[in-house]
């Protein structure tokens, strides 16, 4: 085990490596994230007012309190880097900040997997209710879980440690995770290519207000959006280590408020506006075992109704 020269005392120990953003500080961090601050506040009213009207309704749409979460989440992550600049040499403040920071977005991933899958059934009835398909979602729902719980081990563990053998476990455990996160950001864009390139299901329904095509363009932005934060996070990871008085391009405050807030924003902003809880809404009374659709394209029987146990918990909210 050795200590670099200008290492505090510790544990837990600041890092000694450039990290995206740096150290905030009073003057130019503390005033950006008063307007983050603002922003995700506004939006956190903003959703849980639109769930909590529809509940009133009996319009029951739970991605509004994810949603809700989400800006949570960014809420605390901004009061937690405010406290970080005006005490610099807290290395638990530095954790706890850098925590919140990886595990926010994580909502916006989960989202975006839920929608594509969504319209892949609607879409695709006969062929997506396949049972290991399901299984599969499902599993990539609890992985995602577990990559969470990765990054924040062996974030931990980098902060408490100088010895260089475990310090490199746990920068593989981080980029293991963080590998595996961008394909969850990117994985919504294989299940919108199979849900509108495949050929035509006969038993093709649509869900909610407007059209498909339009639903399945909100979730390629805010899927496009996740991968390009994913992605940047992803190539900071990789790169080698610089050290904290040589950083590169990618450790600038630029560069952090652009692909950690910005881009973020801006994918809270589609989803909120364009009213996700009306365009994928869908009754629970469809989800019950049994439903029966009548066949449109059937014009000489127009009055049969025919079964389509593919479509069994079609609507299964999250």
Not at 119 to 135: C, E, R, T
Not at 293 to 308: C, G, I, L, W
């Amino acid at each position: 085990m050795s200590q670099p020269g200008n290492v505090p005392k510790g544990p837990p120990y600041l890092p000694q490596a450039a990290q995206t953003g740096g150290v905030p500080t009073v003057s130019i961090d503390v005033p950006a994230l008063g307007v983050l601050l603002a922003i995700y506040i506004g939006f956190a009213a903003t959703n849980m007012t639109i769930f909590q009207v529809n509940n009133r309704r009996k319009h029951i749409f739970r991605p509004s309190v994810l949603l809700f979460g989400f800006c949570m989440a960014r809420i605390t992550t901004c009061i937690l880097r405010i406290a970080w600049a005006t005490r610099q040499t807290n290395a638990r403040l530095a954790i706890a900040a850098g925590i919140f920071i990886n595990a926010g977005i994580l909502i916006l991933y989960i989202l975006n997997l839920f929608f594509a899958h969504r319209i892949l059934k609607a879409k695709k009835p006969q062929h997506a209710w396949l049972k290991p398909l399901d299984i599969l979602i499902k599993g990539l729902y609890v992985l995602i879980v577990g990559a969470l719980i990765m990054v924040i081990t062996a974030t931990i563990l980098s902060f408490y440690t100088l010895n260089m053998h475990t310090r490199k476990v746990a920068r593989d455990i981080q980029l293991a995770a963080i590998t595996y996160l961008l394909f969850i950001a990117a994985l919504p864009l294989l299940l919108l290519a199979v849900a509108f390139l495949a050929p035509h299901d006969r038993y093709e329904r649509d869900f909610g207000t407007e059209s498909m095509h339009s639903k399945g363009f909100i979730i390629l932005l805010t899927t496009t959006i996740c991968v390009i934060v994913a992605g940047f996070k992803a190539g900071v990871a990789w790169e080698t280590p610089r050290p904290i008085n040589d950083p590169a391009w990618y450790h600038s405050k630029a560069a952090f408020y652009v692909f950690n807030f910005t881009l973020e924003i801006l994918a809270l902003s589609v989803f909120t506006f364009t009213r996700i809880d009306k365009r994928f809404y869908i009754p629970k009374a469809t989800t019950k075992e049994g439903d029966e659709v009548a066949e449109t394209n059937m014009s000489t029987e127009e009055n049969e109704r025919v079964s389509v146990s593919s479509e069994v918990k079609f609507a299964t909210e999250l």
